[in-house]
T-cell receptor, first 117, second 113 residues
């Protein structure tokens, strides 16, 4: 079984500052993927970044980076230079990637990020 | 390239009725997954289809069913609607089963009264 924990229901950040959204996970699968999605008020889930469990380097996508600490089972999202348009709900998710394992995404409860002008 | 489309976007049904939701994946994508999002339970996996076959199913009662057509379009059906079925139903498509990028549609917001 897989479990994702996001302990920050809400976060505030000043525009242009960096913010870290926390995510810890638990799984017995030897190979897995970690994801972050953004969900604006419109409802659509937007894929942000992916980290494979065997990737040596932390994933980066523009202003998004994933701080992956395998031993601590954490996959925090760092957003640099926050913009007003970053205000949204952010979900951490994971998926088993071992052969034969179920491949559905397991989501955390989300963090509502508000960027202040 | 058009994104994932879901129809209808909003739906109001009465308890006991049934409903069918539709999802058209991105052109060329053959895998479609469905998720239910509620304030209480969060995002939960319903099922996944690939090449017209259900490959994976979440922990939902048999009232929830789905299918995929030869053009990869997918439908999900909920029979005997209950108040607790009120939710945002999200569909996601990917090129292959093991693709790490899943593209989500805007969702169908179902309200059961």
């Amino acid at each position: 079984a897989q479990k994702i924990t996001q302990t920050q229901p809400g976060m505030f950040v000043q525009e242009k500052e960096a913010v870290t959204l926390d995510c810890t996970y638990d799984t017995s699968d030897p190979s897995y993927g970690l994801f972050w999605y953004k969900q604006p008020s419109s409802g659509e889930m937007i894929f942000l970044i992916y980290q494979g469990s065997y990737d040596q380097q932390n994933a980066t996508e523009g202003r998004y980076s994933l701080n992956f600490q395998k031993a601590r089972k954490s996959a925090n999202l760092v957003i640099s230079a926050s913009q007003l348009g970053d205000s949204a709900m952010y979900f951490c998710a994971m998926r088993a990637e071992s052969g034969g394992s179920a491949r559905q995404l397991t989501f955390g409860s989300g963090t509502q990020l508000t960027v202040l002008p | 390239k058009a994104g994932v489309t879901q129809t209808p976007r909003y739906l109001i049904k009465t308890r006991g009725q049934q409903v069918t939701l539709s999802c058209s994946p991105i052109s060329g994508h053959r895998s479609v997954s469905w998720y239910q999002q509620t304030p209480g339970q969060g995002l939960q996996f319903l099922f996944e289809y690939f090449s017209e076959t259900q490959r994976n199913k979440g922990n939902f009662p048999g009232r929830f069913s789905g299918r995929q057509f030869s053009n990869s379009r997918s439908e999900m059906n909920v029979s005997t609607l209950e108040l607790g079925d009120s939710a945002l139903y999200l569909c996601a498509s990917s090129f292959r089963l093991d693709s790490y990028e899943q593209y989500f549609g805007p969702g169908t917001r179902l309200t059961v009264t």
